[in-house]
């Protein structure tokens, strides 16, 4: 009686591609598939490891950084999240889990006067953000936490003037 040897079908062409595991848990992925090759009395089956796939690294790098850096009354976080349309910014004192300051792009004080753009707008919240810390007395942040996005033109336009004010170290 002669056995089969295993190999691997490539991943995107086999109609057996599936996920085993969950990758943000520090699990392995892998998928090994059978394919028939005559050999002397044996099976042998190959296993091949797939790394973490690049769009879900942000997430792992930035739950990474919240471990390490935790905000307090006099230096917060500055966690800021930039949807498709929208810019959200907040400092977080994460010892006692407040939130000290929130603005973002949907507020109608960084809209009406004049109306203006999303990355008009995104700079009317940095300026909102330098206001709110001289009122805190809030000389330095912890960390800047972009939550894995690029740095995009809304971004950008949201971090001049907190660079200008000395929180970002550029």
Do not use: W
Not at 111 to 125: L, N, Y
């Amino acid at each position: 009686m002669t056995l089969l040897r295993a190999g691997m079908l490539p991943m995107t062409s086999s109609i057996f591609h599936a996920r085993y595991d969950n990758p943000l848990r520090g699990e392995c992925r892998f998928l090994a598939i059978p394919m028939p090759t005559l050999l002397n009395d044996c099976v042998s089956l190959r296993v091949e490891a797939r790394g973490i796939p690049r769009k879900e690294s942000p997430k792992i790098r930035n739950r990474r950084m919240r471990r390490k850096f935790n905000g307090s009354p006099t230096k917060p976080r500055l966690s800021v999240f930039c949807s498709t349309r929208q810019l959200y910014a907040m400092l977080v004192d994460d010892r006692n889990k407040k939130t000290l300051f929130y603005a973002s792009t949907l507020q109608n004080s960084m809209r009406e006067d004049p109306p203006c753009s999303t990355i008009e707008a995104a700079q009317r919240v940095g300026e909102a953000l330098v206001h709110a810390c001289t009122e805190l007395q809030i000389s330095e942040i912890s960390s800047y936490d972009r939550n894995g996005f690029a740095r995009g033109e809304r971004m950008q336009a949201f971090e001049v003037p907190i660079a200008q004010y000395g929180l970002l170290t550029r």
